[in-house]
């Protein structure tokens, strides 16, 4: 077993390869720089970002990559899930709450009472963006799993095809060598000195997500636009679906929208869910796979 650490998109990541071979420094560095790349790209914390170019851009349609193109596919097919629930254009809604990237956590109540959410739309085809105005776009909650999947394929390109990744709590897992699953625990929300459950992971993505690791006063990262404020439904939940992408997905969904209809939803799916009310009451899917304590 062979291990390595690092720091990025504001939080640690750790990878372990189960394999005897020889990794090279040269290698982990690949790893660190591709995922430091990523963040300049697609992080709202840095000016020269994808994500902030319309910051100040006039309504109108605009070029974007194929990558970011990419995201804003997949975060369109949210938002057409949750009917508007989820939106990356929600990242100057964020900023003047305080979540910025001076973190000065002093919302701008003036800014918040006058702020509408903007109205974008992809255009796949042509790689291009039509935004009504100004906008900055937070990938926060998808944005993660799929960088996790993108270093997995780069873990399976480079002939390390036995590994797990997590960053922030959110994984890809292969199997182990023999075959055998990785045993992982679950943190109870807004106690991380205490297990939830544990899960065998196992060529399976997972991704959590609670409501007290990014909080600040009455704020933190469930964002109900139409009130502009945090959603307070539930307190955390866990996904286990294909890939990390899917699950780092529907964890949005059920963070974002009402239990019932979150509920329904993630069931179309297709993945294993789990989550913790605001009143401590645990619900998970009917073949969530684990042990809950």
């Not at 750790?14 to 660190?32: E, L, N, P, R, Y």
């Not at 193109?69 to 949210?78: C, E, P, Q, Y």
């Not at 800014?111 to 906008?135: C, F, G, H, M, S």
């Not at 964890?251 to 329904?264: E, G, H, N, R």
Request: negative net charge; hydrophobic residues 40%; contains cysteine.
């Amino acid at each position: 077993m062979q291990s390595y650490s690092f720091k990025a998109l504001g939080t640690a990541w750790s990878i372990s390869i189960d394999q005897a071979a020889f990794i090279s420094d040269t290698f982990w560095q690949k790893v660190v720089d591709t995922t430091s790349l990523f963040e300049q790209r697609f992080s709202r914390f840095i000016d020269t970002s994808e994500s902030r170019a319309f910051a100040e851009a006039k309504a109108g349609t605009y070029p974007v990559s194929a990558e970011m193109t990419r995201l804003l596919v997949a975060a369109d097919k949210l938002r057409q899930l949750t009917k508007g629930q989820y939106d990356p254009a929600i990242g100057s809604l964020l900023e003047a709450a305080g979540y910025n990237k001076s973190y000065t956590l002093k919302p701008n109540e003036q800014y918040i009472k006058e702020w509408q959410l903007p109205n974008w739309q992809i255009d796949a085809k042509n790689l291009q963006v039509t935004i009504d105005r100004p906008l900055v776009f937070d990938f926060g909650g998808i944005g993660k799993g799929y960088w996790i999947d993108q270093l997995s394929q780069l873990l399976i390109d480079s002939d390390f095809p036995f590994h797990i990744i997590e960053g922030g709590g959110d994984m890809m897992a292969t199997s182990k060598q023999n075959g055998q699953g990785w045993r992982v625990a679950i943190e109870y929300p807004g106690k991380p000195e205490m297990a939830l459950g544990l899960s065998v992971l196992k060529n399976q993505g997972f991704a959590a997500s609670d409501m007290f690791r990014r909080r600040w006063g009455s704020w933190h990262h469930f964002i109900d636009h139409q009130k502009k404020s945090s959603q307070n439904h539930i307190l955390g939940c866990a996904v286990i679906a294909p890939n990390a992408w899917q699950a780092d997905q529907a964890t949005s969904i059920l963070s974002l929208t009402d239990p019932a209809q979150a509920t329904q939803l993630v069931n179309q799916l297709g993945v294993e869910y789990l989550v913790v009310g605001n009143d401590d009451l645990i619900r998970r899917s009917s073949h969530w796979p684990g042990q809950l304590f």
